[in-house]
């Protein structure tokens, strides 16, 4: 009886099932102290099956925890962000075609403004005065050189 139950573990562990492979897992949680940790330790050294798994599993593990940091999202939450991102966009696309617009708006004024007082500069009196100044020198210089 005994060996008989020897012989199906040997035929299993050459088989692609193993009944404590589900079971390995519990590994990595166990202290190493543990008796269940010592008795599944020791059946990885005999089964194929479930030493292959657990090296899966471990590069599984390894692989999920370079993974982990960064934040999964799922389609439905990823598409109503973009969609969210995309009326962002377009609210800022406007609101900065309005700023254009008012400050080009702005500046028309600015310029209108400017150029309003500069005409008005040239009609004041002291620039008048300058252009009467000048016309005398210009006279002036005319006269005795
Ligand atoms: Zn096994």
């Given at each position: 009886?005994?060996?008989?139950?020897?012989?199906?573990?040997?035929?299993?562990?050459?088989?692609?099932?193993?009944?404590?492979?589900?079971?390995?897992?519990?590994?990595?949680?166990?202290?190493?102290?543990?008796e269940?940790?010592?008795?599944?330790?020791?059946?990885?050294?005999?089964?194929?099956?479930?030493?292959?798994?657990?090296?899966?599993?471990?590069?599984?593990?390894?692989?999920?925890?370079?993974?982990?940091?960064?934040?999964?999202?799922?389609?439905?939450?990823?598409?109503?962000?973009?969609?969210?991102?995309?009326?962002?966009?377009k609210?800022?696309?406007?609101?900065?075609?309005?700023?254009?617009?008012?400050n080009?708006?702005?500046?028309?004024?600015?310029?209108?403004?400017?150029?309003?007082?500069?005409?008005?500069?040239?009609?004041?009196?002291?620039?008048?005065?300058?252009?009467?100044?000048?016309?005398?020198?210009?006279?002036?210089?005319?006269?005795?050189?």
């Open positions: 009886m005994d060996r008989s139950i020897q012989e199906l573990n040997n035929v299993k562990s050459f088989s692609t099932n193993c009944i404590h492979t589900k079971h390995i897992y519990s590994l990595l949680d166990l202290p190493k102290n543990d269940s940790y010592k008795r599944m330790n020791k059946h990885l050294e005999n089964c194929t099956v479930c030493s292959k798994e657990f090296q899966k599993f471990q590069l599984k593990t390894a692989a999920a925890q370079v993974f982990i940091p960064k934040v999964l999202m799922d389609r439905d939450l990823r598409q109503s962000f973009e969609r969210e991102v995309v009326e962002l966009f609210v800022m696309n406007l609101n900065d075609r309005e700023i254009l617009k008012r080009v708006k702005k500046g028309f004024l600015f310029m209108d403004r400017m150029g309003i007082e500069f005409i008005q500069n040239l009609l004041s009196k002291t620039m008048f005065k300058a252009y009467f100044a000048a016309i005398v020198i210009f006279i002036c210089l005319r006269l005795f050189l």
